[in-house]
């Protein structure tokens, strides 16, 4: 076989800095053991995050010095709204400082108290701005996508039985919207297929609920289609795409994803009743229609970066290279979420440290041992994530995964970088039975992971 290159050269770089084990040592302690609390400049491969990370394009660069600042009517703007009429066929296009702002805006417009949304996995920041009006979000997965080990092409699907389940049980009336991530980001970054998107839009029409899709990694998702869908093969990953949104009554995006941006996001439907509404939040708190909280060099940014993240050769790069890193690490025994997602790899830290029980947190300590082996950063998401101590008794709750995401930014990082990780990785598998656990020494009461201070247990 070939073997499938980045498909860029380098005209910029930024150098990215060595550290040795004795201040990478240092570094955790200041931090302690929290790799939230480092600089990043201690960082050598920082995989936090795909989100805002990408490297732009020079088409992008371009782009950006084109940029119009007005405040009202830019060109710019005008360049946004049909970039996304185009590829995701929406006429009402409202710019958002990033995807959380769409939800809040979409959801303040749609939903009220004792509502029900649906979805095949909420997003964190979906979810939180779901329960901010007082609806309720329920995720109706496949139980495969609820198993790491289970293989199916499409694990983000929606249980379509479910669904109809939900509907009868709460009645129409009760769900203003219903809405499918694409792809499954909290569900392992795995692809929705385009036989679930149509049937669970038939169902959705046939009992006139709207249907929106939250479309951050739409491309990637494409991209899975055409791979393993019988019948897209041949299509391009544009035409996928536009079939995808057709079936859908709106979407919401951070560009932060395939948008290929560092920043910003949309929203999107076709309904003049709440789009009027839409306009009127957005005002209030983003910012008049044409720029949403938005600079005219973001606007371009994105314009230009959703076709890039369409390109076939683009796309082909980055399934691989998520892929690779999987393949390489789980053929030497390594427990992964299989198969590989679209932008990251997710290693089962309860399976990797079996003498670990996820009270002494498993994945925390497979983070800290990542950065101290190799200055790598990666992201705990168990129960120092979704775990909950109990303010009346002190009793900690624990998550039901242990799990360490390594997300891959855009564009960014090369083939040798990913041989680097592989190597950073086995080299932790080697020495695993040595790895200890630790233990929370300060948490804050919501989203405790980013602030925490850990100890690591004797
Ligand atoms: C990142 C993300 C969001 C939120 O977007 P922000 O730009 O971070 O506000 C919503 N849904 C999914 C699936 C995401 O991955």
Redesign the pocket.
């Known amino acids: 076989m070939q073997t499938i290159i980045e498909p860029f050269r380098i005209k910029s770089v930024e150098p990215i800095r060595m550290t040795t084990r004795d201040e990478r040592e240092q570094r955790l302690r200041q931090a302690a053991y929290n790799v939230f609390q480092l600089h990043s400049e201690d960082v050598l491969i920082d995989l936090l995050t795909d989100?805002?990370t990408s490297a732009m394009s020079s088409e992008q660069w371009a782009a950006m010095m084109r940029g119009d600042e007005s405040y009202a009517g830019s060109p710019s703007f005008y360049r946004f709204e049909r970039a996304i009429q185009d590829i995701f066929g929406f006429k009402y296009v409202f710019p958002t400082h990033?995807?959380?702002?769409?939800?809040r805006i979409l959801f303040s417009v749609m939903c009220k108290a004792e509502d029900v949304v649906p979805s095949n996995t909420h997003?964190d920041?979906?979810r939180a701005n779901v329960e901010f009006t007082g609806a309720r979000a329920v995720d109706l997965v496949i139980p495969e996508g609820r198993q790491p080990q289970a293989v199916h092409p499409f694990k983000g699907n929606m249980d379509v039985g479910a669904l109809a389940r939900l509907i009868a049980e709460v009645g129409r009336e009760r769900i203003p919207l219903c809405m499918l991530?694409v792809t499954?980001?909290?569900g392992g970054g795995q692809p929705v297929s385009m036989a679930n998107i149509r049937e669970v839009s038939a169902l959705c029409r046939a009992h006139g609920i709207p249907l929106y899709i939250?479309a951050?990694?739409f491309a990637e998702n494409a991209y899975f289609i055409k791979l393993r869908e019988p019948g897209y093969a041949a299509r391009a990953p544009l035409e996928i795409a536009r079939e995808m949104f057709s079936h859908a009554d709106g979407a919401?995006m951070?560009?932060?994803?395939d948008g290929l941006a560092n920043i910003?996001?949309f929203i999107a439907s076709n309904d003049a009743g709440v789009a009027q509404q839409e306009r009127n939040l957005l005002i209030l708190t983003e910012g008049f229609p044409t720029y949403g909280g938005l600079a005219g060099r973001d606007l371009e940014a994105i314009a230009v970066g959703l076709h890039e993240a369409l390109a076939e050769d683009y796309l082909l790069y980055r399934i691989t290279s998520t892929t690779y890193l999987g393949r390489h690490i789980a053929e030497q025994g390594v427990p992964i979420v299989q198969p590989p997602g679209g932008h990251a790899v997710y290693i089962d830290a309860a399976a990797l440290f079996p003498h670990i029980p996820p009270a002494e947190l498993p994945g925390q300590a497979l983070v800290v041992e990542l950065y101290r082996e190799a200055g790598i950063r990666a992201v705990e998401i168990g129960t120092v994530m979704f775990g909950r101590r109990d303010p009346a008794t002190g009793a900690e709750s624990t998550a039901s995964m242990e799990l360490v995401r390594l997300a891959i930014p855009r564009r960014v990082y090369t083939q040798s970088h990913i041989d680097y990780v592989v190597e950073a990785i086995l080299n932790v598998h080697a020495r695993r039975a040595a790895v200890r656990g630790y233990r929370f020494v300060e948490q804050a009461p919501y989203l405790r992971h980013f602030t925490a201070r850990f100890a690591p247990l004797e």
């Open positions: 989100s805002g990033q995807g959380r702002a769409a939800e997003f920041t979906t991530t499954n980001n909290s939250d951050c990694r919401t951070s560009a932060k994803k910003g996001g």
